[in-house]
């Protein structure tokens, strides 16, 4: 690693930097550059007493959880079990666990990376401690990150979790429950809504295949039976299509939607904090989900809060804690031919719904969207900080293909 980073360095090469090459925008590849590929380094082990695991940065959530589950522990990860976890931790890492354990980020004990300038650092709350404030948030700025100490809680193995899908016409109504129900709701459940385009999958109704669907999706992470109780008006809010909501394993959960987001797929997202659900905001959501112009595009709306907004704000680099939901535009198709217009309906739709938004960005949710929006992740105060960060670990910008935060000279 200290030799790649020395040879990109010194021949003047683009560097891309890939883990898990989950990148929406395309940031862990590159032409005529050199791509440092982590993926083949899939090293985990776990301290069941410490409850802590170190992980090397080629691995995936799925491949992660595999381990930490034979013990009865877990870390919040992606909500799809082939996201890498190098590159959604240092963007912070949201997932099924979130509200009752944080972000990914939140977790993060300590880290190894080997910094532009070649020198293999450690970071963590005692050792190069501004550092370590950067990795949690910062994305991948100030270096190749080669190992990842973690903190671990106990997680089933079983959880109460899946989906209850209705028809996309009881939309607003069920958002607007949504709206006054998830602000109670204990750490223990992280839901989300998904709008979408029913997929041919077995488990809908053929009907409805190609129909639009509102999904409510539920993780509760604690006792199975306060679990069933806490999730149970889920499954009366309309006539549902297809009911999954129940004991899941966490490890099954964590799969579960992974066949919706194939290898190949084109995608683009467009992503921001919601400041209030109110009925511009819902009726904006509709109307878009009705007008999809592709059959493989959703919306998310990931409620937030519980564990995340109780970490002090100073404690990471990470932004946004005290939004009530992120919002997810995903254009997606599996052709590259036409897919202008499906970004065309995520910024649109983008556009009219930001007065309900904060303005803020989330890294992991981002596409190239250019500086301004990289800034916002992160407001003035701590973009400063990462950029003083950044002016110590990585002055000539080596590692730029990222939410790249520039040096400042
Ligand atoms: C299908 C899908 C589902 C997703 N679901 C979620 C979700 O549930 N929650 C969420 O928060 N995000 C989610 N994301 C976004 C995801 O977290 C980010 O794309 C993340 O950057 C992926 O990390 P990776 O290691 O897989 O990707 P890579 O493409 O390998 O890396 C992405 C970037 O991270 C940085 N990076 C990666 N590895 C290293 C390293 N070892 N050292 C330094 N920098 C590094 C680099 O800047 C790189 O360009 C999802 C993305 C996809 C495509």
Known sequence: MLRAVEFARS??????VRSGAHSIPGFSTCDDGLVIDLSALKGVNVDPDAKTARAQPGLKWAEFDHETQAFGLAVTGGLVSSTGLAGFTLGGGLGWLVRKHGMACDNLLSADLVTADGRLVHASAEENSELFWGLRGGGGNFGVVTSLEYQLHDVGPTVIGGPV???????????????????????????????????PAPFIPEEWHGK?????????????????RAVEPLRSLADPVADLLG??????????????????????????????LDD??????????????????????????????????????????????????????????????????AQQLYAEIEPSLTGGSYINF????????????????????????????????????????PPSK
Not at 295 to 320: K, M, N, T
Not at 378 to 399: S, V, W
Request: hydrophobic residues 40%.
């Open 212 to 228: 639009p669907l509102i999904g409510v999706i539920s993780c509760y992470a604690g006792p199975l039976e306060q679990g069933l």
């Open 280 to 345: 511009h905001a819902i009726e904006t959501l509709t109307r878009y989900h009705q007008g999809a112009t592709s059959p493989r595009s959703e919306i998310h709306l990931h409620h937030f809060g519980g564990a995340v907004a109780r970490v002090p704000e100073d404690q990471s680099a990470y932004g946004e804690r005290h939004a009530p939901y992120i919002l997810n535009m995903l254009a997606m198709d599996s052709e590259t031919e036409g897919f202008q217009r499906h970004i065309d309906w």
């Open 165 to 199: 899908f209705y028809p996309g016409e009881n939309a607003a109504e069920i958002l607007r429950f949504y709206r006054d129900w998830a602000p109670q709701l204990p750490d223990e459940l992280t839901t989300f809504i998904s709008l979408l385009t029913a997929p």
């Open 366 to 405: 981002l596409s190239a969207e250019g500086e301004q929006r990289v800034q916002a992740a992160y407001g003035p105060e701590k973009f400063a900080r990462l950029q003083a960060l950044k002016d110590e670990y990585d002055p000539t910008n080596l590692f730029q293909l990222n939410q790249n935060i």
């Open 247 to 276: 004991p899941i394993p966490y490890v099954a959960l964590q799969g579960l939607v992974d066949a919706l987001y194939p290898k190949g797929t084109r995608a683009y997202m467009k992503a921001g904090y919601v400041r209030e």
């Open 11 to 16: 021949e003047q090469l683009q560097v891309a």
